[in-house]
């Protein structure tokens, strides 16, 4: 018999509008067009769940999909992106090398990922065998590649900071990760954001 492969696509969400309430932040006007490449991607392929963090811009993100697989989208608290104090300058640099780092009023890395994988791992045993999309965001999806390839750091974040949304596949065997493939981005720094931006196995 061969190996049963999970296959985890990740959708990192379209861009959004800043805002103090970060739950229910809606998509810009640029972020609700991007994320017709999320359909693109998924289109011809066999899905068997949608799964997102509770947040607005990422539910808005990989909907279009689900409902054109008739499916629903299943929200996971844990699956929610890192509580934000400062901006201040130096902090993003801080809290990449020392997890267990905050500032005033929000949350370490290292309880992000926690929290992340504890809902992951229990994906990866409910699902075993299907193909599912979560839906999540930069720094949550970011903790949990970390966990995987704990040489991932803050330059691998920075390269996909302004990628809105961002596609990525891992594939598992069991909880082993198996393979890596980006699927697809928007690179809001580009002149032309509309041109999508096709992935390779990393």
């Not at 990866?124 to 704990?150: E, P």
């Not at 809105?164 to 198996?178: M, V």
């Amino acid at each position: 018999m061969g190996e049963i492969l999970t296959d985890i696509i990740f959708v990192r969400h379209a861009q959004s509008v800043y805002g103090d309430d970060d739950r229910n932040r809606p998509l810009t006007a640029e972020g609700l067009l991007d994320r017709q490449i999320v359909i693109h991607v998924l289109k011809n392929m066999k899905i068997d769940a949608f799964l997102c963090s509770p947040y607005k811009r990422s539910i808005d993100t990989i909907k279009p999909a689900a409902d054109f697989y008739k499916m629903d989208i299943f929200t996971d608290e844990r699956l929610r992106e890192r509580k934000t104090g400062s901006f201040e300058s130096g902090l993003l640099e801080k809290r990449w090398r020392d997890f267990s780092f905050a500032e005033e009023g929000g949350e370490n890395l290292k309880s992000v990922q926690e929290r992340n994988m504890d809902a992951f791992s229990e994906i990866l045993g409910r699902y075993k065998g299907k193909t599912v999309v979560i839906g999540t965001h930069g720094t949550a999806l970011s903790t949990i590649l970390q966990h995987y390839n704990s040489d991932f750091g803050l330059n691998d974040f920075l390269r996909i900071v302004n990628w809105l949304p961002y596609i990525i596949e891992l594939k598992f065997d069991g909880e082993h990760l198996t393979g890596m493939r980006e699927l697809a981005y928007v690179d809001k720094t580009c002149r032309y954001p509309e041109e999508y931006r096709f992935g390779k196995n990393m």
